[in-house]
């Protein structure tokens, strides 16, 4: 079955950076695009960019763009999500989606000084 | 940039047919949008109901639909139950950049 298994929590100060995972399982991962998608506290969802696993070729929403760079590892069928310059209103769950709609259980990244 | 727009709130009965829409400011929402809809919880991540207008996920329960229904995207529940009480996002594809509506939260009473 498709897994989507996120890394822990961090705790950022502001203007660190963060880098987050997804290991991808139970498909062949360079055959769907991972998305990314976040949710501040009590917010809806905004979506934020995807990577193509097989060809490395990436679309960051316009709000991102210079801030967020997307990457993957295809031998260990990981995605990487890495925000720069954090704020504090960075501070939200970072989900990943694969196309048709498989979740990760999201990654909380709270930005505090 | 795109603004996809959602109903901020609905009621259902129980038992009762529920249809919540996805608009969009650049005029009429086609497969070509390849509409999500997703259900949230609270505390929980978001789970997929239907991608491509109308194609259910294999736990998407029977009685909820998606179509195209006078220019917008929807999801239709039929014979609403207690827990589909949440919130629910759609999501349209443009030139490769995807938006999410503001969510619809739904009640059921």
């Known amino acids: 079955q498709v897994q989507l298994v996120q890394s822990g929590a961090e705790v950022k100060k502001p203007g660190a950076s963060v880098k987050v995972s997804c290991k991808a399982s139970?498909?062949?991962?360079?055959?769907?695009?991972i998305h990314w998608v976040r949710q501040a506290p009590g917010q809806g969802l905004e979506w934020m960019g995807w990577i193509n696993p097989n060809s490395g070729d990436t679309k960051y929403a316009q709000k991102f763009q210079g801030g967020v760079t997307m990457t993957r590892d295809t031998s260990i069928s990981t995605a990487y999500m890495e925000l720069s310059s954090l704020r504090s209103d960075d501070t939200a769950m970072y989900y990943c989606?694969?196309?048709?709609?498989?979740w990760g259980q999201g990654t909380l990244v709270t930005v505090s000084s | 940039q795109a603004v996809v727009t959602q109903e901020p709130s609905l009621t259902v009965s129980p038992g009762g047919t529920v249809t919540l829409t996805c608009g969009s400011s650049t005029g009429a929402v086609t497969s070509g949008h390849y509409p999500y809809w997703f259900q949230q919880k609270p505390g929980q991540a978001p789970r997929t109901l239907i991608y491509?207008?109308?194609t259910k996920q294999s736990w998407t329960p029977a009685r909820f639909s998606g179509s195209l229904l006078g220019g917008k995207a929807a999801l239709t529940l039929s014979g609403a139950q207690p827990e589909d009480e949440g919130e629910y996002y759609c999501s349209l594809l443009y030139s490769g950049a995807r938006g999410f509506g503001g969510g619809t939260k739904l009640t059921v009473l």
């Open positions: 491509d207008t109308s």
């Open positions: 989606m694969r196309t048709w709609g498989y």
């Open positions: 139970g498909y062949t991962f360079t055959d769907y695009h």
